[in-house]
């Protein structure tokens, strides 16, 4: 296990890519951002694309953000709305146990101006998905994955509005092959490729999940996506990604509201405040992968010059692998399972090449794949 020479991102990370000076792609793209890139050239493709799919007809909506009420989806609709005229629809996938600063934070962004759909599954399907995509690929938001992807498309393609637009391109933030870095545009095969951790829906059915009560879930055929003309576009690849100026105009422009402590695994105050179990998610990949969702931030950090790699390095040490315990009973009720069956299913993830017991039982990470 190495680490980037820039910032602190390791080699275990799914689909990152060193190159010969150990850099690794996320770090050599943002250079291309920082330099690289016309980004007035690419606001003018924007706005052309926003103008080819502008709807002409006033009952019909613009465009489907969706929405989780975050920072970045807040600073995406506001930039729609008020710097480029459009008149979108949200659109939420609920989550299982949102917190009571995320409904906050997704009213505040409803504020802003726009209609707005939460599409809410099955409670005791979803439970299911849940507790399998935890059991199965160690990761419980894999419903969460799917649906915010799915579903907004199902909608666009119900009220016959073909233009989407996400918010970042994940692979040109966090790394990833260079077919996916420099797109605009996701798909069918990107959800399958890289929002549903190597793990199919119809690996999910079985005798208590039948596909039938699957439809949430269930990405239209080629035939409606076709019908209806359907694009969806990443917004990142046409401005300039950067979480800290959303998170100002998100505090100065809406209601918005930061967490008053950081949620365990992170230091910062202002990602990650509307789902309660997000925390498990990045406790498994940390067991997975070596690296928590504080590598992730302090190495985005890194790259946008606000730490050196020397802090990254001291945060990681102190925050990654950080067990979420505040909700720790309440995700042990909604899964159904004792603390035994919790720490077998995340023991059968443990990577063996990262970490080893120590004499007290716990996992640690062996000597020689510490950050130094």
């Known amino acids: 296990m190495r680490y980037c020479n820039r910032c602190v991102t390791p080699d275990t990370r799914p689909h990152i890519v060193f190159n010969e000076e150990g850099v690794c792609d996320a770090c050599i793209t943002s ?3 920082n330099e690289g890139i016309d980004w007035d050239t690419r606001r003018k493709k924007l706005e052309e694309v926003l103008d080819k799919y ?3 007809e006033p009952s019909r909506h613009d465009c489907i953000v969706p929405v989780s009420g975050g920072k970045d989806s807040t600073y995406q609709v506001y930039t729609l709305r008020n710097e480029f005229n459009m ?3 949200a659109v939420t996938f609920a989550q299982c146990s949102i917190t009571e600063l995320g409904q906050h934070n997704l009213q505040s962004l409803k504020d802003i101006g726009v209609d707005h759909i939460l599409y809410t599954p099955n409670p005791r399907i979803y439970r299911k998905l849940f507790k399998e995509g935890f059991v199965r690929v160690g990761d419980p938001c894999w419903a969460c994955h799917a649906g915010i992807h799915t579903t907004p498309i199902q909608i666009a393609v119900k009220f016959n509005i073909p233009l989407l637009v996400y ?3 994940s692979q040109m933030e966090y790394g990833g092959p260079a077919d996916s870095r420099d797109i605009s545009t996701t798909d069918r095969r990107w959800l399958e490729e890289y929002g549903l951790s190597g793990n199919r829906l119809d690996s999910m059915v079985n005798g208590d999940i039948p596909l039938c009560e699957l439809k949430p879930y269930i990405y239209p055929s080629d035939q409606e996506i076709k019908r209806v003309g359907i694009t969806a576009i990443a917004l990142g690849y046409y ?7 959303h998170l100002d105009i998100a505090l100065t422009k809406t209601n918005f509201k930061q967490s008053e402590e950081p949620y365990e695994g992170s230091w910062l105050t202002y990602e990650n405040l509307d789902g309660k179990f997000v925390g498990f998610h990045d406790y498994t990949m940390y067991l997975k992968y070596g690296f928590g969702r504080a590598t992730t931030q302090a190495s985005i950090d890194v790259r946008n010059d606000r730490l050196t790699r020397a802090e990254a390095v001291e ?4 925050y990654d692998g950080i067990f979420p315990q505040k909700y720790f009973k309440e995700f042990l009720d909604f899964v ?3 603390e035994e069956e919790f720490w077998e299913v995340c023991d059968s993830f443990v990577n063996k090449k990262i970490f080893e017991r120590d004499k007290d039982g716990k996992w640690i990470k062996k000597m020689e794949f510490r950050i130094s």
Do not use: H, T, Y
Not at 239 to 245: E, F, G, S, V, Y
Not at 315 to 318: A, F, G, N, Q, S
């Open 31 to 33: 250079n291309k951002k």
């Open 336 to 338: 159904e399972m004792d």
């Open 315 to 318: 945060i990681v040490k102190k």
């Open 239 to 245: 401005i300039k990604w950067d979480a800290r100026k």
């Open 167 to 169: 918010g970042e391109n």
């Open 54 to 56: 502008r709807s002409k």
């Open 87 to 89: 008149n979108p629809l």
